[in-house]
């Protein structure tokens, strides 16, 4: 995972902050994204926002959060510059970024093939349409998700492509067994990613394919108690949501990897920290930060 996810240190909040997901694949001007990034930058500045930003010629992906007064103005901003867009919103307690950042990239979520581009509208199916098919149809259900995504809850019966990356997901597509005469219907945590991943499938002949339309964050949103089982990954400090799209209470990021940690361990330093179960395994990872493995390592090799 991104460094940008890694060690976030909690700050309570005198009320929550409003968190606003969003994406939009519009035209940018290339010439135009260093003006577009010093604009984002002062902006978010100004109202006081935290939270990621990332631009391309491709359009904008973004999570962000605030108070919802700035919240509010942040969408306004979206909508005039970047067109209609739909927002998944959810709330926390603690602080869920540490800055305000906003990037450049070749794409605003990384397929690593910039041949596909999503445009419009295409095979979307609404949470309640997904939730009637699911339910009378005989289906595929396809995760578009990482690894250490699906480890944490996927829907009911879904298959998992076992992606480190999403950059693999294309190879996924082209070297699967899924059968091409069965309806696919695809998923990921705010739609995103489902956007490309569908153009990915069709390319390699999938032609009944269909994405949830806002992901697992719109789904939860409607139907809490409904066919997604365990809890959905973020990314940012909340590590996962629940059903009810609360900040999770079972997972911390694992100070050595970033990935979600669920295992409880006490540090030589006194303190306690969870961990993932990969670096569990290791005697240095038994340790609640980066510095003390370093220091529990050179104790070690004096041994």
Known sequence: MASEYRNIYTLAMASPLSIAACYAFVPVD??????????????GKKIQLQGLVLIAPEGVNATVAGSAEAIQEWKAYVTEHFGPTVFKDSKSEGKV??????????EIVGLKDTSIRPAGRHRH?????WQEVINKEEVIVLDARNDYETALGKFRGAVD????????????AQSSALP????????????IRCEKALLAMEAAGYEDVYQLEGGILAYLERFPEGEFEG???VFDHRVAVDQYLRPSQIYDLCPHCGDPGDQMI????????KICSLCQKDDVCQTCSKRCA???RQKLARV
């Open 30 to 43: 290339e010439a135009a994204l260093a003006a577009l990034r010093e604009d984002l930058m002062l902006f």
């Open 97 to 106: 970024f540490r800055r305000w950042s906003v990037k450049i990239k070749e």
């Open 125 to 129: 199916l609404s949470p309640e349409e």
């Open 161 to 172: 492509p076992g992606l480190r990356t999403f950059g693999e997901f294309t190879e996924f």
């Open 180 to 191: 091409k005469d069965k309806k696919i219907l695809m998923y990921c945590t705010g739609g």
């Open 231 to 233: 809890e959905c990954f």
């Open 266 to 273: 006490e540090c030589f330093c006194g303190k306690k920290k």
């Open 294 to 296: 370093g220091e529990l």
